[in-house]
């Protein structure tokens, strides 16, 4: 059984220690408007023996007013009526334009929106897991 996915450690001043296997790449989206990835370099869990492993872990900081984005493959993945994946490009768009709301709720509600509005009424292929967290604690 193979697991994708990543670990996060967030302290209550923003830093983050994170490892990322399998998934696609993560965003933070920077109160200023500048997108940062935070790439998942590995493979997933279960997939290299012990031995090869690679344990090594990325640091980098959530800031007052950035948001933490995670996301499936089946955003990237998310084909509309003309069978076109959504893809990196479109999905950074959604992302840096929902994401400049205010309200993560509101955020939120655009991004699933704009998803949906993709799709159309082509067949949902797989998940489609959208997860944001605003750093609204510094």
């Known amino acids: 059984m193979f697991c994708a996915g990543y670990i996060m450690l967030i ?5 983050i220690t994170y490892w990322g296997g ?3 790449n993560a965003f933070i ?3 200023s408007g500048h997108l940062d ?11 290299l023996s012990a031995e090869e492993f690679e344990s090594d ?5 959530l800031l007052a007013g950035d948001t933490l984005i995670i996301i499936s493959d089946g955003v990237l993945e998310l084909k509309n009526a003309s069978n076109e994946m959504l893809g990196s490009d479109r999905t950074q768009s959604v992302i840096q334009e929902s994401y400049s709301q205010v309200s993560l709720l509101n955020a939120q509600k655009t991004a699933e929106k704009r998803l949906a ?6 067949e949902q292929l797989d998940d489609i897991t959208l997860v944001a967290l605003r750093n609204t604690c510094l």
């Open 29 to 31: 989206r920077r109160v």
């Open 11 to 15: 302290t209550t001043f923003g830093k």
């Open 57 to 61: 872990l990325q640091e980098t900081e």
């Open 37 to 47: 990835l935070l790439r998942s370099s590995h493979m997933p869990l279960g997939v």
């Open 117 to 122: 509005e993709y799709r159309g009424e082509t």
């Open 22 to 24: 399998g998934m696609p």
